[in-house]
């Protein structure tokens, strides 16, 4: 099992360590360091259910919540089977396309796998019970208190506790107002008492003190904390909740340029290995522009602030090694998938450059050569003997025969990353990797995959 971050720190030194890694964007209350310093408490962060894994931008959420887990509070992560019906309007230009329930069940499925892989649940901790001090994490779907709430319960009890002029004040709202070409729904619109009851729930019924969430979550959150006062000043002698509730923001993960983290030309880069294997997982991070580097380092690794100094004043003085884009890559394969796919994907990473490409399985290699152009050839023609110059004429890599002799003589063309100096050599079925691949290459960059079926 692989454990996410093992140190425990002091709840003073957490709040210590979230500001220094630029984690805290805003909080609501300026007395929350020393609340965190004193008490355990009970924090919360929702993930709606929009796809069937999360992508790499909730890691921030999902690692944040683990650090407070390290530091003995408890982690609530909740899955918006409920919210994710409507879709929260904040930090989007238009509305999101809805989903239907079917959709939203496998989301859920493929999300609660993801988290469980962040946070130690009750099960886990007691797999190991002599190593940790945690309190269990709770993976909770919203639904659960939503279905059995009829929409005249929510108007009247819930609803009459938010004037439209609050709501339309609120900046994920007025933004959308303010967009006379796409606007807001009365939908999405709702979607702030959504969430506001979210958090009054768990705060009434988990002793939940603290909802976490991205920058733009802001309006979001400081709504569930009035309407816990609301709803405590409404009806003391109830069983309403407490009325000490926070907030707490982090930044918005974006690229120094101001764009958008975590999009590449192949598409999102998501948690599941599924959807972006271990091998790309890892190549998105090394290549990791210096400007972005150590503020990643500082959001999504449990590295001490003493090695993280050590990283920026090598990005500094000797940027050309790319030392921090390769402890952030390792760093963040081996929180994601674990310690076998980070070996996987280095050992990868170094066939690309060598002859060591042959001992590579078929899906890693498939993965390594996943952006190259590929040809699909019979196994047939094998025995029929395929001479090298047909196969670098058939492939693109040379447009003649004529010029592909030549690449022979001047050394420029490889077999599986080893040069063939001789114009007459021909494909063999021992040149097959995996029983089925030969990688084709002309200089340094120009790969071709043939795969013999």
């Not at 003073?12 to 500001?19: A, I, K, V, W, Y």
């Not at 879709?87 to 509305?95: A, F, L, R, V």
């Not at 101001?258 to 997982?281: A, C, M, N, Q, V």
Request: glycine content about 8%.
């Amino acid at each position: 099992m692989t454990r996410i971050g093992t140190t425990i720190s002091s709840n003073h030194d957490l709040f210590q360590d979230l500001e220094q890694r630029g984690i805290i964007k805003q909080i609501t209350d300026p007395d929350l360091p020393q609340v965190l310093q004193k008490q355990s408490l009970t924090v919360y962060a929702g993930f709606d259910p929009t796809s069937d894994s999360l992508h790499i931008g909730s890691l921030l959420p999902l690692l944040t919540l683990r650090r407070f887990q390290l530091a003995g509070h408890q982690p609530i992560a909740v899955v918006g089977g409920a919210t994710g019906m409507i879709g929260d309007p904040s930090g989007k230009t238009q509305e999101r396309s809805l989903l239907t329930s079917e959709q939203i069940a496998k989301n859920l499925l493929g999300i609660r796998a993801v988290i469980a892989r962040f946070l130690n649940t009750d099960e886990k901790i007691k797999e190991t019970p002599e190593k940790t001090k945690e309190r269990p994490a709770l993976i909770v779907n919203n639904n659960s208190w939503f279905e059995g709430i009829s929409y005249i319960e929510f108007l009247r009890d819930i609803g009459k506790h938010f004037t439209v002029n609050h709501m339309v004040a609120k900046e994920s709202v007025r933004a959308r107002l303010e967009d006379r070409e796409h606007g807001i729904s009365y939908t999405e619109f709702s979607y702030m008492l959504l969430q506001a009851y979210d958090f009054y729930h768990l705060n009434k019924t988990k002793d939940c003190q603290l909802q976490i969430g991205g920058s733009d979550q802001w309006g979001n959150i400081t709504a569930g904390i009035e309407l816990i006062r609301r709803m405590r000043a409404a009806d003391p002698t109830q069983n309403t909740p407490r009325t000490d509730a926070y907030g707490l923001t982090h930044p918005l993960v974006m690229k120094a340029d101001g764009t958008k983290f975590g999009k590449t030309e192949r598409g999102t880069i998501w948690l599941d290995p599924k959807k972006t294997s271990p091998y790309h997982f890892y190549q998105f991070f090394i290549q990791t522009a210096d400007a972005d580097v150590m503020t990643l380092i500082r959001y999504f690794t449990f590295l001490s602030q003493a090695e993280i100094q050590v990283l920026e004043e090598s990005l500094q003085k000797e940027p050309e090694k790319r030392l921090a884009q390769l402890a952030l890559a390792r760093e963040v394969t081996r929180l994601v998938h674990g310690q076998d796919e980070l070996i996987r994907a280095e050992k990868a990473t170094q066939a690309l450059f060598g002859a060591e490409i042959r001992s590579l399985d078929e899906q890693t290699l498939l993965d390594v050569m996943g952006d190259a152009p590929s040809t699909q050839k019979s196994k047939d023609i094998l025995t029929l003997g395929y001479t090298l110059i047909d196969s670098l004429v058939d492939s693109g890599l040379c447009p003649s025969k004529g010029a592909a002799r030549k690449e022979i003589a001047g050394g420029g063309i490889y077999v599986n990353n080893v040069r063939v100096n001789d114009a007459a050599a021909l494909l063999k079925a021992d040149d097959l990797i995996a029983g089925s691949h030969v990688v084709l290459r002309r200089g340094k960059k120009n790969y071709h995959l043939i795969s013999f079926r």
